[in-house]
């Protein structure tokens, strides 16, 4: 099984959503973990949004990377300039690449507005992650 690991400053919106939808189409076939240089905690709105896409994540946890994260990925996806920038040498063998992803949470102004900046996150990562798995099927 290839696990993949997606990465993030804070481990709350960006890398949870990939988490989850790793989980989701990839029909079990691939690990799906998510971790950050920092942990914030899981964003509400990310789990509410991801919800009204049928996929559950409030299970999930926000996490701080660490080594042994690192160790058991055969590739790792970072979703964020901080996180691309800051993320710790690899072991051997394990591929990485990057995905520049604008952090939702940092939307301002009402909270429908807030809502369709994590909606569109959440379309555009879906995205990456289907042909992630297109990727790892072929």
């Known amino acids: 099984m290839i696990n ?3 990465v993030c400053t ?3 919106c960006r890398s949870q959503m990939a988490e989850g939808w790793l989980r ?3 029909g079990g076939r691939y690990g799906a973990d998510s971790a950050g240089i920092e942990a914030h905690g899981q964003n509400t709105r990310t789990i509410a949004i991801m919800a009204e896409a049928g996929v559950d994540i409030s299970a999930q946890t926000s996490k701080l990377l660490t080594d042994r994260h690192l160790q058991r990925a055969d590739r790792v996806v970072t979703v964020c300039g901080h996180a691309d920038e800051t993320c710790p040498m690899l072991p051997p063998g394990t591929r990485k ?3 520049p ?3 939702p949470a940092r ?3 009402g909270e429908q507005a807030i809502l369709a900046v994590f909606r569109t996150t959440r379309d555009e990562i879906r995205r ?3 042909d992630l798995v297109e990727r790892l099927d072929a």
């Open 10 to 12: 804070g481990n709350s």
């Open 101 to 103: 992803i604008e952090d």
């Open 24 to 26: 989701a189409l990839g």
């Open 97 to 99: 690449e990057h995905w």
């Open 4 to 6: 993949v690991l997606f």
């Open 128 to 130: 990456r992650v289907a």
């Open 107 to 109: 939307a301002e102004s």
